[in-house]
């Protein structure tokens, strides 16, 4: 008896443990969307029970059976947004007897070799011929499924031969239809595949003629294909894995038995010329260049800019990528341009695959991205100031005084520690979006009492303009940034770092980098000392995790660990900055304010004077409506800001005036150039408003004596108020927004300031959701106070109207 209950627990023990061993491999198996249309019998469909099957769905079900790694679920959806659905990344693999084309090659990953082989043959009825091709179909009607392979070849064949074009009839049906349809004599012709036709003969007992195709390739090389989202590691071990099973059921008949099944023969064989076409095509692949897209500035001279005469990128960092995209097969070097303070939000954002501008390290770039093991070039940072100041000036004798640097840079962050830890002896730190020729000859002329760059700028800039300035050493210039620049890489891109610096070394070693250094520079800035390959060799350990963490405090802040904390998005940041964004409203909206009351009176005198057409007057206005309206809102606020200067600076060459152009805020220049933006447009929404006012109205207050100036203000006014509103609403809504654009001429409103937080931190994403917001909360007060008060207007024009009625019934 006890033998009997032991044999029973035992029973119960191993059922359980191979339950638990199902359980842990179905818990463990990745979880892959196929996608079908369930529209393409016998390749998958519904059947009379509504269950999805057919010859692929019973394969995908066998290879399921046999891959304990992942588990395949099924959604269907018609056929043009099976590849849709592959882009979004809403599928791992679409299967619905899809053939080759090289469009799809380019986009999407292939299955190594079909898993069936059909032909695409020409469908009409018997009577049409024995022998019919595509020539003697035109004008007639093809029944044909938008975005297949067949509506693409057709549509390709109709516009190479439009004088024996064929009528296509698009629609969104399964083959079954559209075969039936040229039966029933609804189309003239289809083009499907051989399984297609001789299913839909057997399943509803009709006879058709199927007609080859001469150029069948160019519809889609024989056979039908799984397919993958390209460029995703996933996406190649599932495929891998898949072909792997296909070659086993291919080996052992199991393919074999399921075209037999579905299809009346073994279509599933790989003829020599298949396996040849489709082993080319994987060997193109692998030898394919990866294509890298490198971020830059394009205003760092002489680190990367653009060339006068030509036009062309060039510089140090631009040649010695150059010369790496030469030597390596396995990449090509692609350059997208865009301003200092997005570079890192478009390695973020995957928009660019490393990001070169001569950037230094910190530690939170240190912390966020990946660093080239080694810097490619070593300069040092100086501050530049106007020649006849003190030499060897220190930090503390800048007390009060402006400095000129670009938001998010090395400088500025290291001008914003110094104010936070000094603040009796902070300086002035004035943010411009410009290059560090602009801000040093910026110097120069006075605007900026100084700045920080590194000797490189400074001697390219004294050569090139032919001016002099001084230059004092930083005492603690690391706190900048170490010297040294650095390709910075995602941090999941170690291959492409690793790649990328094995042919540094190379260039280094054969003396290629110091050729480059020394055709820029005039000297080789490129060798590294024992000191930096010490402290970068100890970085790299210290990252993979070949020294004790505890080790590298001293080189991460805690600071920039828990800025952070790994996380991709971190909204509690958006509630963390939002009170110092918002400590910068005031400026925005007084811009918004000033340029709005200039737009505002300036826009109705420009009206007024158009309408009336004052001689001459008229003319300039038009003139300036014209330029203000046709150029973009960032020119005219550089040409107020950098061009005005200039006007000035020749008046007091001219004149011997002694104007200092240095003392205007910039905030007047924004005001200009937004106010005179504003009322170019108020311009023409108050001449519109004007003109619509009825003129019996305004002939009506001159009869009964009332003068121009008291006809247009009790009269044409207030009726063209009612019109003008809502647009000048909306141009009130579109300067609020623009007034974001200030920043670039360093007035920090609340954009500059979520851009200086997106600088430190390197939370583009989180600032620049946190300033929409913004935004949007006041364009939506904005927006609730115009209809506000043109419902007020409206309301008082109702009453009037009432009095009026009244009055006429009592007469």
């Excluded at 509504?50 to 019973?58: K, P, R």
């Excluded at 035109?138 to 938008?146: K, L, Q, W």
């Excluded at 000297?523 to 993979?544: G, M, V």
């Excluded at 579109?734 to 409103?749: C, N, P, R, Y």
Aim: hydrophobic residues 40%; glycine residues 6%.
């Amino acid at each position: 008896m006890k033998n009997r209950i032991k044999g029973i627990f035992q029973a119960i023990a191993l059922i359980a443990l191979v339950l638990s061993v199902n359980m842990l491999k179905v818990q463990a198996a990745q979880e892959v969307t196929v996608a079908v249309s369930a529209q393409s019998k016998p390749y998958n469909y519904h059947n009379d029970k509504q269950e999805l099957t057919g010859f692929e769905i019973d394969l995908l079900k066998e290879i399921d059976q046999r891959l304990d790694a992942y588990q395949f679920n099924y959604e269907t959806t018609e056929f043009a947004s099976l590849f849709a659905g592959l882009d979004a990344g809403k599928f791992d693999l679409i299967a619905n007897n899809i053939g080759d084309k090289e469009e799809r090659r380019e986009k999407y990953l292939f299955s190594q070799y079909p898993y069936v082989i059909t032909h695409n043959v020409l469908i009409t009825k018997p009577e049409l011929g024995e022998k019919v091709d595509l020539t003697d179909l035109a004008g007639r009607s093809m029944g044909i499924v938008a975005g297949s392979a067949q509506s693409i070849f057709m549509e390709a064949y109709n516009k190479a031969n439009p004088d024996k074009a064929v009528r296509l009839d698009y629609v969104d049906t399964d083959a079954s239809t559209i075969i039936r349809g040229v039966e029933s004599g609804q189309y003239d012709a289809t083009i499907y595949s051989t399984t297609y036709l001789k299913d839909v003969e057997d399943t509803y007992g009709i006879k058709l003629k199927g007609h080859p195709i001469a150029n069948e390739d160019e519809i889609q090389p024989p056979g039908a294909y799984f397919l993958y989202r390209k460029d995703n590691q996933e996406s190649l071990q599932l495929r891998d894995a898949i072909d792997q099973v296909l070659a086993e059921m291919r080996e052992d008949g199991s393919l074999k038995e399921l075209s037999e099944k579905y299809f009346g023969q073994d279509d599933s064989q790989l003829s020599k010329e298949i396996m040849d076409y489709n082993d080319s095509l994987a060997q193109a692949d692998q030898s394919s260049a990866r294509k890298v897209i490198v971020g830059t500035s394009g205003q760092t001279k002489p680190l990367n800019y653009f060339t006068e005469d030509t036009n062309q990128l060039t510089g140090i960092e631009v040649d010695i990528l150059n010369e790496i995209d030469r030597r390596l097969d396995e990449i090509t070097i692609d350059y997208e341009i865009t301003e200092f303070a997005s570079l890192f939000a478009g390695l973020d954002s995957q928009a660019f695959d490393l990001v070169a501008n001569n950037l230094g390290e910190n530690p939170e770039r240190r912390e966020k991205f990946l660093f080239s093991l080694y810097p490619y070039i070593i300069t040092h940072n100086v501050v530049i100031t106007q020649t006849g100041t003190p030499e060897n000036m220190k930090m503390e004798d800048f007390t009060g005084k402006s400095f000129g640097v670009v938001p998010a840079s090395p400088q500025s962050m290291f001008l914003e520690k110094w104010n936070e830890d000094h603040p009796d002896q902070a300086v002035d730190i004035q943010y411009v979006d410009s290059d560090p020729s602009t801000i040093i000859r910026d110097v120069y002329n006075g605007r900026f009492d100084a700045t920080i760059y590194n000797t490189t700028y400074l001697n390219d800039v004294q050569d090139t303009f032919g001016i002099k300035l001084q230059s004092h050493a930083i005492e603690n210039e690391d706190a900048i940034r170490p010297p040294g620049s650095y390709f910075i890489y995602r941090k999941d891109d170690q291959d492409l770092r690793n790649l990328m610096d094995q042919t540094l070394a190379e260039m280094r070693a054969d003396g290629t980098l110091a050729a480059i250094s020394e055709k820029y520079l005039g000297e080789d800035h490129t060798q590294l000392t024992p000191e930096i390959i010490e402290k970068n060799d100890k970085i790299e350990a210290e990252r993979t995790g070949q020294e004790n963490s505890r080790e590298s405090s001293d080189l991460v802040s805690s600071e920039a660990k828990s800025s952070t904390d790994g996380k991709l998005f971190a909204p509690e940041v958006i509630g963390q900055i939002m009170p110092t964004i918002l400590s910068k409203l005031p400026i925005t909206l007084l811009m918004t304010l000033v340029s709005a009351l200039i737009g505002l009176s300036l826009g109705f005198i420009i009206a007024i004077t158009k309408i009336r057409g004052v001689p001459v007057l008229s003319q300039l206005f038009n003139v300036f409506v014209s330029f203000m309206r046709g150029t973009p809102q960032l020119v005219q606020l550089f040409l107020a800001f950098y061009g005005f200067p200039l006007v000035v600076r020749w008046l007091n060459q001219q004149f011997g005036w002694t104007f200092d152009v240095n003392n205007i805020p910039a905030l007047t220049y924004v005001f200009i150039a937004f106010g005179l933006n504003e009322a170019a447009y108020n311009s023409e929404t108050f001449r519109a408003a004007i003109l619509s006012v009825d003129q019996s109205e305004v002939e009506a207050a001159k009869s009964i004596g009332l003068t121009s100036s008291q006809t247009m203000r009790r009269i044409i006014l207030p009726s063209a108020l009612i019109v003008a509103i809502p647009n000048l609403g909306n141009s009130l809504i579109s300067l609020l927004k623009g007034t974001s654009l200030a920043f670039t001429v360093t007035i920090i409103d609340i954009m500059g300031q979520a851009r200086i937080i997106a600088g430190s931190n390197l939370r583009f994403f989180e600032a620049y959701i946190a300033v929409a917001l913004i935004y949007w909360i006041c364009c939506i007060l904005i927006e609730q106070a115009v209809k506000w008060l043109e419902g007020r207007l409206n309301v008082d024009n109702h009453e009037l109207e009432d009095i009026r009625v009244e009055e006429a019934s009592h007469a």
